[in-house]
Structure formats: C-alpha cells, structure tokens
C-alpha cells in the first residue's frame, strides 16, 4: 500500500523568462535535433525539483524499488509512465499540482541565464558534474551515480541538470524544432508519441553528451540504469 504521507521532492521556484533554445552558437558538438535554434518565452512562474527524484523519495511511491540502493541515489530504472505516475500520485497526496516539466522549461533551468555550452560556460569539469569520460575517452569521472546535490547547483539554484543522470520530460519526440512551441509548453502534437524526450547526460558519458542543448530520446516503456527524473509544477493562477 502506498502512503498517503508522500513527501514532495524540494523544488525551486523560477520566474519564467524569454531564452534562446536549442544549437548554441559556435558549439561544434550540435546536431540536427537541436536546430533550428528559437526563441521561447515562458511566461509563467514555475517550480523544478532541486534535483533529481531519489532512491528513497521514489520508494515511498514503490516501497520495493532498487533495494540495497543509497537512497541519496537518483531513482534510475523507471520508465516514462512510471515517472509519469509518480508525478500523478504526488499530485494526488499534495493536492499541488505536480508533472513532468516540458523540454522548454527543463532547458531554461538548465541554461539558468548562461548563452554557452553549459551552465558553467564553455566547458564542464569532473567538478562541476558526474560524468566518467573526458572528450578523449580517458576515465575521469567516478563511473557510478553520486548522491544528489553532490555537485554546486546552477546559478538558478538547482542541481545535476547535468550528468549523474538523464532525464525524462513530458515532451514526445521530435527529431528537430520546426514547429516547436514558442511558450514553454510541453510539444505533444506529431512527432513520436512512442518515444519520449531525455535530456542532461549522465555518469557514463562524456561532455559533450551533458550540454545543455542535448536532447535524445527513448521508448516510453524503457527503463535504463542512467535514466532518472525530476518534477515540475506551475502553481495556480491567482485571482
């Protein structure tokens, strides 16, 4: 049975704003799905987890889940649906309205006001993030997941948008942005609603792979030993 004593990830309140989404100029590692780059604009206030959903957050919602495992860990091996139904139950418990974010959002938190590669500018170091290899495929990092909030946060407050592990967000899978909305939400229409969007890298790739503007996909039923999940929520407008 499950509790109804869910205790709610901590999130981060940001206040919205416009950003340039997708390719960043002169990066030499952008693909075809990050094009064309556009320009969005969130013009709500919304909430984003301060980090990754853990071990041990997930395990309120499926006690058996990864026994043995640190719950300071980022929850991994869970599928869309799952990190999708442990959004809904947690909406439920609080009565908050809590979701997966869009791609828009996920990517303005990560960029939090920066125009490189990165958060950090234009390079990421072993420092900076949970990665295990550098661009030349030499072993630098730990190889195995860290504790959440393990690394500096971003300037917006919020940790591991990069590395430790992907991320599952609301959007379906599109293998470019034409058409991508310009609003921030969630881009459900066409593409491959089979697949979903995963973005931020994880432990076992290299930094090109954790730049803020990558963007891959994956069957919605997969589940993966470096794909993980935080939540969102945009508070009700107010009368």
């Not at 900076?128 to 504790?147: D, H, L, Q, T, V």
Request: hydrophobic share 35%; proline share 9%.
């Amino acid at each position: 049975m499950i509790p109804e004593t869910l205790e709610a990830p901590v999130v981060v309140r940001l206040a919205g704003g416009e950003f340039e989404m997708g390719e960043t100029a002169d990066d030499k590692f952008a693909t075809d799905t990050e094009r064309p780059a556009h320009r969005v604009r969130i013009a709500r206030a919304f909430s984003l987890g301060a980090r990754p959903v853990t071990v041990g957050e997930y395990r309120a919602f499926v006690p058996r889940h990864a026994p043995g495992e640190d719950p300071r860990w980022p929850v991994v091996n869970v599928s869309w649906d799952e990190a999708d139904a442990y959004c809904a139950r947690l909406a439920s418990v609080t009565g908050e309205p809590f979701r997966l974010p869009s791609e828009a959002e996920w990517e303005f938190a990560c960029r939090a006001g920066g125009h490189g590669p990165f958060s950090t500018g234009g390079q990421i170091g072993t420092g900076e993030a949970n990665f295990m290899y550098s661009e030349e495929g030499e072993r630098i990092g730990p190889g195995a997941r860290s504790p959440v909030a393990s690394y500096p946060p971003n300037a917006f407050g919020l940790h591991d948008l990069h590395g430790n592990v992907c991320e599952w967000v609301a959007d379906a899978w599109h293998s470019g942005y034409e058409g991508a909305p310009a609003d921030g939400s969630a881009w459900l229409d066409g593409g491959d609603p089979r697949r979903r969007v995963i973005r931020g890298g994880a432990w076992d790739y290299l930094p090109r792979l954790l730049r803020s503007a990558w963007r891959d996909s994956l069957p919605r039923c997969h589940r993966r030993d470096n794909v993980g999940f935080r939540v969102a929520l945009t508070p009700p407008a107010r009368s």
